[in-house]
C-alpha cells in the first residue's frame, strides 16, 4: 500500500492563499487534480486530518470538510480504522496524464495532440494493400516490423547517426520506450537527472520505478546555465541515469546545439552515466533545424522517437534506438506487457515514414501559423504575461506575473477550457508561475481559448476582465 506524507502532500499542494475561499474547497480541488494528473497516485493512502492540517497550516475542520467533498464526488474512499484512499469516479477516464474525452465541448490545451493529416488515412489504406502478405505467418514481431526498422535506421543514418536495423525497437509509442529504457537502467532507489522543468509523464514512469528524481533547473532564458548545472551534477553525483530532452525540450523549447551536445555527451561518459534521450520533437524544427542526435556524440545513450506529433498520436508507433545488445535488452522487457506491436499501423507508419519529408513541411508550415495566432492572442488579451517564442516543438512556455498557475487551472476548467499547471512539469510545488500551451489546434480554436484563458486569469487574480472577454458567451459544460 502506497502512502504520502502530510509533508509531502503539503508540497505538493502548495500556497492556498491564492485560492478563492472556501478553503476547504480549494484543498478538496487541490488534492483532486494530484490524483487525476497521476501525481498522487491511486490507491495512495491520504494523511492523517490532522498531520495535514498542521502541514498545510489550516484548521482541522478545513481539512475534514475537504476530504469528505472528496469522498463525495468519488475521488476518495474511507476504510474503517485504515484511512482514506485516492480513487477515481466514475465516468471518463482520470488518473493519468493523458488527453479526456473529445466529445464534451471542452478546449484542451492541456495536451499537445495534434489531430491526423490527409497522409494518415491514405498511410492506412496502403497498409491493408499490404497487409495479405503477412496473413500467412503468426503475426507477431517482438522488436517491430523488419522494414519499419529498416526506416527509422536509414531516418537516423540521414540525421548523422548512422544506424542498422538491429539497433531499432519498435514501441507503443515515445511513453512505452522511455518507461522500458528506465526499467533497464534504474533500480529502486537509485537517481535519475532530469531537467526541471520536464515531461510529466516520464517523471512519472521514474518514480513508479521507485527511482530518485533528480531535478536540475532549466531557465529558457539561460540555457546555459542548466548545461553548467547538468555537468557539475554528473560529476558530483553520479546518478545511475539520466531522462533529457535536448530537442525543443518540453516544455520550454530549448534547443540545446551541437556544442552543447558535445560537452554533454562527454560529461555522461565521463561520469559512466546512460541517458534515455527523448526526441519527440526533434524533426519540428520551425525556424531552425535540430542538430544531429545527442546519441552521435557519445556511445550509451537510448534515443528514442515517435510518429504522434509529426503524424498522429492514435497510431501508437514509436520506437528507442540503442546499439544491438541492448535494444536485445529492451525488447525482453517490452514482451513481458506487449508481446508484439499491431501489424497493420506499422504497416502505416512504414508509409508515413517513406513520404515524412513533404508531409513535415506541410506540417511546420501549420504550426508557425499557429504559433503565430497563440503568441498574438496571449500578447493582445494577456500583456502583463511574458510569452517566448520557442524555435520549434509544440508548446508555449508562458511566464505568469505571479504564482497563480494552478488557479487559473482550476478557473479555467469551470469554463470549459483544460489546461496544465507549471508543477505538474516538476517537483514539489514549484513552477506555478508558468504555464504551458499547445498551438496544435486549429486558429479559430486557438482564439477561443485564449478568450477563456483571459477570463478564467481574471477569475484566478480578482481582476474584472477584459471588455471584449466579459462580453463573450460561454460554453455550458
Not at 497516485?41 to 484548521?59: C, H, I, K, N, Y
Not at 548512422?162 to 529504457?181: D, F, K, M, R, Y
Not at 553525483?237 to 525543443?248: G, K, N, S, W
Not at 507508419?349 to 499557429?370: I, N, P, T, V, Y
Request: glycine share 10%; charged share 20%.
Amino acid at each position: 500500500m502506497e502512502t504520502t506524507s502530510a509533508r509531502s502532500l503539503a508540497a505538493l499542494v502548495g500556497d492556498l492563499a491564492t485560492e478563492r475561499p472556501p478553503r476547504y474547497a480549494a484543498l478538496a480541488g487541490r488534492i483532486r487534480r494530484l490524483v487525476a494528473d497521476g501525481r498522487v497516485p491511486l490507491g495512495t493512502r491520504l494523511p492523517a486530518e490532522r498531520e495535514l492540517a498542521t502541514a498545510l497550516a489550516v484548521s482541522r475542520a478545513t481539512v475534514t470538510a475537504a476530504y469528505t467533498r472528496l469522498r463525495e464526488d468519488g475521488w476518495a474512499t474511507a476504510r474503517q480504522g485504515a484511512g482514506t484512499f485516492a480513487v477515481l469516479p466514475a465516468g471518463p477516464h482520470r488518473g493519468a496524464w493523458v488527453p479526456g474525452p473529445v466529445d464534451d465541448g471542452a478546449i484542451d490545451l492541456a495536451h499537445a495532440a495534434p489531430a491526423a493529416p490527409a497522409a494518415v488515412p491514405a498511410a492506412l489504406a496502403a497498409a491493408l494493400e499490404e497487409l495479405p502478405r503477412f496473413l500467412t505467418t503468426h503475426g507477431y514481431h517482438p522488436a517491430g516490423l523488419p522494414d519499419l526498422r529498416a526506416r527509422i535506421a536509414a531516418r537516423y543514418t540521414a540525421r548523422g547517426l548512422p544506424t542498422t536495423p538491429e539497433q531499432v525497437l519498435v514501441t507503443n509509442g515515445a511513453l512505452h520506450g522511455v518507461s522500458i529504457g528506465l526499467q533497464v537502467l534504474l533500480r529502486r532507489g537509485q537517481r535519475v537527472l532530469v531537467e526541471q522543468p520536464s515531461y510529466p509523464n516520464a517523471l512519472q514512469a521514474a518514480r513508479a520505478l521507485g527511482a530518485r528524481v533528480l531535478p536540475v533547473a532549466l531557465d529558457p532564458d539561460e540555457p546555459a546555465a542548466w548545461l553548467d548545472a547538468a555537468v557539475g551534477t554528473l560529476s558530483a553525483v553520479r546518478p545511475a541515469a539520466a531522462y533529457l530532452m535536448p530537442d525543443f525540450q518540453n516544455p520550454t523549447g530549448v534547443l540545446l546545439d551541437g556544442a552543447g551536445r558535445e560537452r554533454l555527451a562527454g560529461a555522461l561518459r565521463r561520469s559512466g552515466v546512460p541517458a534515455v534521450v527523448d526526441e519527440t520533437f526533434a524533426e519540428l524544427g520551425l525556424d531552425t533545424a535540430a542538430p544531429p542526435p545527442l546519441a552521435a556524440f557519445g556511445p550509451g545513450l537510448l534515443s528514442v522517437g515517435t510518429l504522434s506529433k509529426v503524424a498522429w498520436g492514435g497510431l501508437r508507433v514509436g520506437w528507442v534506438r540503442a546499439e544491438a545488445d541492448v535494444v536485445r535488452r529492451l525488447t525482453a522487457v517490452a514482451v513481458r506487457t506487449s508481446m508484439s506491436g499491431p501489424v497493420v499501423e506499422q504497416l502505416a507508419a512504414c508509409a508515413l515514414l517513406d513520404g515524412l519529408d513533404e508531409s513535415l513541411a506541410a506540417w511546420r508550415g501549420q504550426l508557425r501559423e499557429r504559433r503565430s495566432v497563440l503568441t498574438a492572442e496571449l500578447r493582445h488579451r494577456l500583456p502583463e504575461w511574458r510569452v517566448p517564442v520557442p524555435a520549434g516543438g509544440l508548446v508555449l512556455w508562458c511566464g505568469l506575473p505571479s504564482l497563480r498557475s494552478r488557479a487559473v487551472v482550476a478557473a479555467a476548467e469551470r469554463l470549459g477550457l483544460r489546461l496544465a499547471a507549471g508543477p505538474l512539469f516538476g517537483t514539489g510545488h514549484a513552477l506555478d508561475d508558468r504555464l504551458r500551451l499547445p498551438y496544435t489546434q486549429p486558429p479559430e480554436v486557438l482564439r477561443r481559448a485564449v478568450a477563456l484563458l483571459a477570463r478564467a486569469d481574471a477569475q484566478a487574480t480578482g481582476a474584472r476582465p477584459p471588455a471584449d472577454v466579459a462580453d463573450e458567451p460561454q460554453p455550458v459544460v
